[in-house]
């Protein structure tokens, strides 16, 4: 059995990764592709009280859940289905039901905190970085929270200073020397996406 290709896509909040780990997919046969987004595997927070989840630092690598996402990967690799957890970024804690999925030639595992791991590191084939000015992340992820997470602006700015801004300096800019590839302006660099896809087109065919 010919083992996936797996591939890893980091980069800063907001830099645009969400969008070229889904256009990447878009891009090849259907079935061919699947995604998973870190962001799934946050600890779920349901023994804390609500205030408590709060002030937890979700951009710090120890927030998330690296074993699960292992076991799963190497399910995946091994052609075998995984269930990925749900995470509800309201409460902070898993829904009941996680989201199904099958293995496929390709996997596209997607988040800030990806290149961290070295175990994530030694299962990813391609590793590509989307490097975006900090000014752009900062409007999109606030725009973000806003629209999909049902923050406030308050807790937004709160939270960037106190973790956002100090965890990508920490541990995601420096994250970006394990990068195979880097693609600058995120979702909106199709030339480095359309090269990408020609290659995985090769693997999947």
Known sequence: MIRPTVI?????????KTTVARKVAAGLPEGAAVLIEHDSYY???ADLQAD????????HPDSLDNDLLIA?????????????????????????EGRPVQAAPVIIVEGILVFVDPRLRERMHIKLFVDTASDLRVFRRIRRD???RGRSFDSIRAQYYATVRPMHLEFVAPSKRWADLIIPEGGDN??????????????TV
């Not at 890893?8 to 645009?16: D, E, H, K, L, V």
């Not at 990967?73 to 075998?80: S, T, V």
């Open 43 to 45: 600890r779920d927070l």
């Open 146 to 148: 806003l629209e999909q």
């Open 8 to 16: 890893g896509i980091a980069g800063g909040t907001g830099s645009g």
């Open 52 to 59: 408590d989840r709060t002030q937890v630092n979700f951009d």
């Open 72 to 96: 799963h990967l190497d399910q995946l690799r091994a052609g075998q289905p995984a269930v990925i957890p749900q995470y509800d970024f309201t409460t902070h804690c898993r829904l009941p």
């Open 190 to 203: 199709q030339v480095g996406i359309d090269l990408l896809i020609a290659r995985l087109r090769t693997l």
